[in-house]
T-cell receptor, first 114, second 113 residues
């Protein structure tokens, strides 16, 4: 079945540091890929998405590129802020079956310090 | 705000009692999902619905049932709550399959004592 593997956390960075959170996936067909963010005490909200190979999703300074050849969708940000502290989830959406289900990774907690 | 309301937001219940969680949407989305979130596991799909009265099981469906009698409401029932069902439960809605995003509710924190 489909699966998503994320790097283990927590990730602790100083403000203005460069961020990479690795995500690789296993899926049949051609899934869509997503990054969601969860702030403390809240639900998940979409950060960015990519729907086909070589697409780059971007939002709020975060970027991720859909790499079919390496089955990866790594999240990057050039300069993190304290306000970016949250849990980040990589997810894929299959295109088959009666309802397109989202499969999530285990999440990576990011803590940004001054 | 994607028009999703989960209720209750917090609940403490005793082992062996039935519990029903409600997800209500105002967006008329076809697809609705129930996930549970646990440390080290991320979000795992319990059940989902692809229309009124159309539901199916996810990866962790044992001990849970669902019903969807109208588009806007998706109910999750724990028939006889166990301590292993202590978790945070999230409802999600989606307009269409494929590449559209899912919108999540605020979550229900359930504690089974």
């Amino acid at each position: 079945g489909d699966s998503v593997t994320q790097m283990e956390g927590p990730v602790t960075l100083s403000e203005e540091a460069f961020l990479t959170i690795n995500c690789t996936y296993t899926a049949t067909g051609y899934p869509s890929l997503f990054w969601y963010v969860q702030y403390p005490g809240e639900g998940l909200q979409l950060l960015l998405k990519a729907t086909k190979a070589d697409d780059k999703g971007s939002n709020k300074g975060f970027e991720a590129t859909y790499r079919k050849e390496t089955t990866s969708f790594h999240l990057e940000k050039g300069s993190v802020q304290v306000s970016d502290s949250a849990v980040y989830f990589c997810a894929l959406s299959d295109q088959t079956g009666t309802a397109s289900k989202l499969t999530f990774g285990t999440g990576t907690r990011l803590q940004v310090t001054l | 705000d994607a028009g999703i309301t989960q209720s209750p937001r917090h609940k403490v219940t005793e082992t062996g009692t039935p519990v029903t969680l409600r997800c209500h949407q105002t967006e008329n989305h076809r697809y609705m999902y129930w996930y549970r979130q646990d440390p080290g596991h991320g979000l795992r799909l319990i059940h989902y619905s692809y229309g009124v009265k159309d539901t199916d099981k996810g990866e962790v469906s044992d001990g849970y049932s669902v019903s969807r009698s109208k588009t806007e409401d998706f109910l999750l029932t724990l028939e006889s709550a166990t301590s292993s069902q202590t978790s945070v439960y999230f409802c999600a809605i989606r307009y269409d399959r494929g590449n559209t995003e899912a919108f999540f509710g605020q979550g229900t924190r359930l504690t089974v004592v």
